[in-house]
């Protein structure tokens, strides 16, 4: 990523992160901001993030690792990942109508992690997020062996987690990623 690049992609988040600190109170965007810059790799992936249309944005912070937690904060499933399906098995099960790809693979590439039902649920905890679209969330290993994934929305001001066969696909369906730096 070119440096003019990297700066402007800095101030979208930092215009982001101050317009929404009800998402991260307590933290500072000059702390994030140098974690941003000692992991240069990881704003390649936050550029993605934003690239395709997620609006990443700090949810937590890690005191621990000292890593904070970005994610995909736009209102509607991102734009620029759906109509895929869950993941490359289920690509490769596909007889016809392939979608262009899957969400694991996307996330892979992108270098970002899908978020599991109670990340998911969390983020709904923040806002209302999914109200006309759905998101592939991490699925357990025991539902996607009998050929299932999980999705996610949130309806009638409750946020609910479906399930559907992982090699569907929808265009109103995409995924919301995470991102530890």
Same mark, same amino acid.
């Given at each position: 990523m070119t440096p003019p690049k990297a700066e402007a992609l800095l101030q979208t988040l930092k215009t982001r992160f101050e317009a929404n600190m009800m998402r991260h109170p307590n933290l500072s965007w000059v702390e994030v901001e140098r974690r941003l810059k000692s992991h240069p790799g990881k704003l390649k992936a936050l550029f993605e993030m934003e690239q395709t249309g997620g609006e990443p944005d700090v949810i937590d912070h890690d005191a621990k690792t000292g890593e904070f937690i970005f994610c995909d904060c736009s209102p509607e499933s991102p734009k620029g990942r759906r109509?895929?399906?869950?993941?490359?098995?289920?690509?490769?099960?596909?007889?016809?109508?392939?979608?262009?790809?899957?969400?694991?693979? =996307?996330?892979?590439?992108?270098? @970002?992690?899908? !978020?599991?039902? /109670?990340?998911?649920?969390?983020?709904?905890?923040?806002?209302? +997020?999914?109200?006309?679209?759905?998101?592939? =969330?991490?699925?357990?290993?025991? @539902?996607?062996? !009998?050929?299932? /994934?999980?999705?996610?929305?949130?309806?009638?001001?409750?946020? +609910?987690?479906?399930?559907?066969?992982?090699?569907s696909y929808y265009a109103a369906r995409g995924f919301r990623g995470l991102l530890r730096v």
């Open positions: 109509s895929l399906c869950y993941d490359q098995a289920a690509l490769e099960a596909r007889k016809a109508n392939k979608p262009l790809g899957s969400a694991m693979g =996307l996330a892979a590439a992108m270098g @970002i992690e899908l !978020l599991t039902e /109670a990340q998911y649920r969390a983020l709904q905890q923040l806002g209302s +997020f999914d109200t006309k679209t759905s998101s592939w =969330l991490k699925t357990p290993e025991p @539902i996607r062996k !009998l050929g299932g /994934a999980l999705f996610g929305d949130r309806r009638y001001d409750h946020v +609910f987690v479906y399930h559907n066969g992982a090699e």
